[in-house]
């Protein structure tokens, strides 16, 4: 176990003391967007199965999803789903279709272009979002 754990402070402490610019954090962002959404699927596959077995733990948990935070750490998953689902678009395009045109410039440019353009997308679902928050409160 040692081993592991040894692996794993190594493994933490390169994320976090490497300094790659765009691309260092656009892997990041991909990363704890991806752990983030497995969360959620994890939690909510969990707390929809109680509905059959628990129905009083589901209607409990039915009702913290409506409290403030979890409206706005909602509003933080769609823009966790958005960034990964668009930055793995990036990822797919620059190595399977066009492996031959990779440079850091590339890489910087198209990290922020994806970065803008999840953004974009996002802010809609997030204005929306906001207005069922602020209508609940």
């Known amino acids: 176990m040692t081993t592991f754990m040894a692996s794993l402070r190594t493994t ?6 490497y300094r790659g610019r765009e691309g260092h954090y656009s ?3 991909h990363r704890l967007t991806g752990l983030g959404t497995l969360l959620f699927l994890t939690i909510h596959i969990v707390d929809t199965a109680t509905v059959y077995w628990m129905p009083e733990l589901y209607d409990h948990a039915i009702a ?3 409290l403030p935070i979890f409206m706005i750490g909602e509003m933080g998953l769609v823009f966790s789903v958005i960034f990964h689902g668009v930055n793995g678009l990036r990822i797919i395009y620059q190595d399977m279709v066009k ?5 850091i410039h590339t890489q910087r440019r198209a990290a922020r272009v994806t970065l803008v353009v999840s ?8 204005y929306i979002m906001a207005r069922s928050l602020l209508a609940h409160l």
């Open 27 to 29: 892997f990041l962002l």
């Open 64 to 66: 913290l999803y409506r």
């Open 12 to 17: 933490l402490a390169g994320y976090i003391n």
């Open 119 to 126: 953004i974009l997308i996002w802010l809609p679902a997030a």
């Open 99 to 103: 492996p031959s045109s990779w440079s």
